[in-house]
């Protein structure tokens, strides 16, 4: 190890082993505190001026980015360029500078905020601009504090990324060919974010201690996503030479456990895109479509139309199969401006999921709506269901609303314990149930899912959470309604057995993960997954609950035998 060599310990959150020189990913931009003003010593002129140099470069910035693009993209940078010289918007920052006294990067907040605020008054794609000023407005607040412009820097060659935090909106966007490796200095191993890594295909660590003091653009880093570890310029000879991870069972595209019981392997997408890919791999239909990227980043909800279109191209992808497509999971890591209240101090428990359709019930039924056009005449088998349900009223009302669109086989995940517990009573009219072991975990074990701090806690081996699992597929069972499971936990080649043992019906993975969950599921039949079910069920820890498991079934390569 080299003098400056640091390896820095995190949590793996995606396996794989790569190098790469690091791309810093800038804070994002705060609002600078209201009412503080150029102190009376100070050169008012010269700091309304300030503005307009801010002003100029930020501009002749987002020029250099529209030369490098074409089509919309080149478009929509010249138009955000544009934004940047707006002289409303200019003059009006300066006049707060020069008559209020208030420093250069609070008027040009303030001014950018009315600016933005007569946008949204005149809805429709007038809206939309209001978030190009918000862009414009931290990049100008940027510079003016002497900050690095925020969102993902230009760059012209494979980087690993490193943030202090990455919004779900944000990593949305990466683009897989440039992206080797994702590291962040929170966020916890069922992310969002780590979700994302995943289903990239690129290895992440996150909850990195240090991260941001040690590591420099352009540092090479080793990102180790089993171990998860992170090795800050590396000797020479210590980066692998493989970028790529060892190549996964391939999936022949039916899940059957080892006596040939038919197990439905599904896959979890967000996109069209990730729809094709997941139909690519052979994927027996989709098991949660969470339609949140047609929302994020947005400052108005999509319309009608708009959404039918994105919810066709899923559907069509899968003709002929099932797709349980998932209603809006707003809130919590997910925050979209024009439906979350952004003063929550504890945002998981607050108004997330189904719960913003009591204040927005408009938006509810418009997405209802428009999966209800979409399925027409898709071929495929659509299935509906409600994120974040605690109670059954909330499940009953979520069928009727279905019911009124004509969207029959409605459901509901179970995520919060409350809703497992009451399971019996929420299938007697939701056609069937998916456990959400992400947040299920989160709420059974009080331990936030987005930090690294408490993730040993946030383990699906966890012998509460298995028993609510088995509640609510006991509760699927005796009503015969079908109770699958889509949170990350079905991915444990192990725990896949384990939670077909109690009584799930079908798995739904990330597409890339299909191959060895199914070949993890075809070492042991159905009756070893039930011991190994009942085995872990009886267990007093995680960590014996995954060891008496594994016991209980014969070893396939897949199993994590490490903790
Ligand atoms: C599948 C789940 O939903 P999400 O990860 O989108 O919250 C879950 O909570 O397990
Ligand atoms: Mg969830």
């Keep these: 190890m080299s003098a400056t060599t640091t390896v820095l310990p995190g949590l793996p959150a995606s396996p794989g082993r790569t190098s790469g020189p690091a791309l810093r990913l800038p804070d994002p931009v705060l609002e600078p505190p209201a009412g503080v003003r150029v102190p009376p010593s100070g050169d008012v002129a010269a700091a309304a001026a300030r503005i307009a140099d801010s002003s100029h470069r930020v501009r002749a910035a987002l020029e250099a980015d529209a030369a490098r693009v074409e089509g919309d993209a080149r478009e929509i940078l010249q138009a955000t360029a544009a934004i940047a010289a707006d002289p409303a918007l200019l003059d009006d920052a300066r006049r707060r500078v020069l008559e209020e006294h208030l420093v250069p990067e609070r008027a040009v907040w303030e001014a950018a905020a009315e600016v933005a605020a007569m946008f949204e008054a005149?809805?429709?794609?007038?809206?939309?601009?209001?978030?190009?000023?918000?862009?414009?407005?931290?990049?100008?607040?940027?510079d003016l504090t002497g900050r690095p412009a925020p969102g993902l820097p230009a760059c012209d060659h494979a980087y690993v990324l490193v943030a202090g935090d990455l919004a779900p909106a944000l990593a949305?966007?990466?683009?897989?060919?440039?992206?080797?490796?994702?590291?962040?200095?929170?966020?916890?191993?069922?992310?969002?974010?780590?979700?994302?890594?995943?289903?990239?295909?690129?290895?992440?660590?996150?909850?990195?201690?240090?991260?941001?003091?040690?590591?420099h653009d352009g540092d090479v880093l080793v990102v180790d996503g089993d171990a998860g570890t992170?090795?800050?310029?590396?000797?020479?000879?210590?980066?692998?030479?493989?970028?790529?991870?060892?190549?996964?069972?391939?999936?022949?595209?039916?899940?059957?456990?080892?006596?040939?019981?038919?197990?439905?392997?599904?896959?979890?997408v967000g996109t069209p895109a990730e729809a094709l890919a997941a139909a690519a791999a052979g994927a027996e239909g989709i098991g949660l479509y969470r339609t949140e990227s047609s929302f994020l980043g947005r400052t108005l909800a999509p319309s009608v139309e708009e959404q039918v279109a994105t919810y066709r191209a899923v559907l069509e992808a899968f003709a002929g199969?099932?797709?349980?497509?998932?209603?809006?999971?707003?809130?919590?890591?997910?925050?979209?401006?024009?439906?979350?209240?952004?003063?929550?101090?504890?945002?998981?428990?607050?108004?997330?999921g189904l719960r913003t359709s009591a204040a927005h019930p408009d938006l509810l039924e418009d997405q209802l709506r428009a999966v209800a056009r979409a399925a027409d005449g898709s071929g495929a088998d659509v299935w509906v269901m409600a994120p974040m349900v605690a109670t059954v009223e909330e499940s009953d009302r979520f069928v009727a609303l279905c019911a009124a669109q004509g969207l029959t086989t409605a459901g509901v995940m179970v995520e919060v314990p409350s809703a497992a517990l009451v399971a019996g009573p929420i299938l007697e009219r939701a056609a069937f149930a998916s456990v959400g072991t992400n947040d299920l975990t989160q709420y059974t074990m009080a331990a936030d899912r987005s930090l690294g701090t408490v993730a040993t806690l946030h383990d699906p081996w966890q012998p509460?959470?298995?028993?609510l699992v088995a509640l609510t597929c006991a509760a699927g069972t005796a009503r015969g309604r079908p109770v699958g499971v889509s949170g990350e936990a079905a991915v444990d080649p192990a725990l896949a057995c384990v939670l077909v043992g109690l009584g799930a019906a079908h798995l739904s993975v990330r597409p890339n993960a299909l191959g060895p969950v199914a070949a993890g599921l075809a070492r042991a039949t159905l009756e070893?997954?039930?011991?190994?079910?009942?085995?872990?069920?009886?267990?007093?820890?995680?960590?014996?609950?995954?060891?008496?498991?594994?016991?209980?079934?014969?070893?396939a390569e897949t199993d994590v035998v490490a903790a």
Excluded: K, M, W, Y
């Design 122 to 142: 005149l809805g429709g794609v007038f809206a939309e601009r209001s978030h190009d000023v918000v862009d414009v407005r931290n990049r100008i607040v940027a």
């Design 172 to 215: 949305a966007t990466l683009d897989r060919a440039r992206v080797r490796a994702i590291v962040t200095a929170t966020g916890g191993p069922t992310s969002h974010t780590a979700i994302i890594a995943r289903s990239l295909g690129v290895p992440a660590v996150v909850s990195v201690d240090g991260l941001v003091a040690a590591v």
């Design 230 to 268: 992170v090795t800050v310029r590396p000797e020479a000879g210590d980066e692998p030479a493989d970028l790529a991870p060892a190549g996964a069972p391939v999936f022949a595209g039916r899940g059957l456990t080892a006596d040939g019981v038919h197990v439905p392997l599904l896959a979890n």
């Design 321 to 352: 199969r099932t797709v349980v497509v998932r209603t809006l999971d707003a809130g919590a890591q997910q925050r979209l401006p024009f439906l979350v209240d952004h003063g929550e101090d504890n945002p998981a428990l607050g108004v997330r």
């Design 464 to 467: 509460a959470v298995l028993q």
């Design 528 to 555: 070893q997954c039930r011991a190994a079910a009942a085995a872990a069920l009886a267990a007093p820890t995680a960590e014996r609950a995954r060891l008496a498991a594994l016991a209980a079934l014969p070893p």
